[in-house]
């Protein structure tokens, strides 16, 4: 019987994560459908940008990703004492970049409005920030923005409707180093193993490519 989200994911045991998430049936993440001869390589780029656009929002680091031609892998890190540090304006204007919010929400990021709302209001408010300063460390709703995000926009290219993941993201916990370095080793040779690149600084949206070129631009002599 699969275990509850909430047993998988223990941050007293760590912050560290691994997730996959696979496309259902033949649905194409990336990769050239050999049967069509139709190619979904553009989609990397989207997972890619929306990743990083979803780690500079939430209070998750990526250490490490992969997307494969029906799944992704990612290695995350969940900071909760960094998210707790945020200001409950912090997390209003972070929340804000993904949703619209309460009406309240709205109104107190609005300097016009703000001095309007009452101490009920603002409590209001205070207690829904709080709810969204959960959410912000949230190793499930980092997930499900990421992978409904790239869903919506797959089957709007493929004009159709249903299911494109394979039920929930599955995570598997890195509860210590040795473990992180080798699922992160794991999930940087993967492009290479299925023989998507060469070596993997050739492998294009992936972790270690970028880990690579920032270490060549550091040794560069400084002009």
Not at 6 to 16: M, R
Not at 39 to 54: G, T
Not at 73 to 96: G, I
């Amino acid at each position: 019987m699969p275990r509850p989200r909430k047993e998988q994911v223990s941050l007293s045991d760590t912050p560290y994560y691994h997730c996959i998430s696979r496309c259902v049936r033949r649905a194409f993440l990336c990769g050239e459908d050999e049967v069509s001869g139709r190619s979904f390589e553009h989609r990397r780029q989207w997972v890619e940008d929306y990743l990083l656009k979803l780690a500079d929002i939430f209070s998750i680091d990526v250490c490490a990703y992969a997307v494969m031609s029906n799944h992704t892998h990612l290695v995350l890190h969940v900071d909760q004492q960094k998210a707790q540090q945020w200001s409950m304006d912090e997390v209003l204007q972070r929340w804000h970049r993904l949703h619209k919010g309460t009406l309240l929400t709205q109104r107190y990021l609005n300097p016009t409005l703000q001095s309007e709302l009452d101490a009920v209001q603002l409590q209001a408010v205070s207690d829904t920030a709080e709810i969204y300063r959960q959410r912000l460390f949230d190793l499930s709703w980092f997930m499900r923005h990421l992978n409904e995000y790239i869903a919506r926009e797959a089957n709007q290219e493929d004009q159709c409707t249903g299911r494109f993941w394979e039920g929930r993201f599955k995570s598997q916990a890195l509860l210590d180093e040795a473990a992180l370095t080798a699922c992160m080793a794991y999930v940087d040779l993967n492009p290479v193993r299925a023989k998507i690149a060469d070596k993997p600084e050739s492998s294009d949206h992936t972790s270690v490519k970028q880990r690579i070129k920032q270490a060549k631009q550091a040794k560069q002599p400084k002009a």
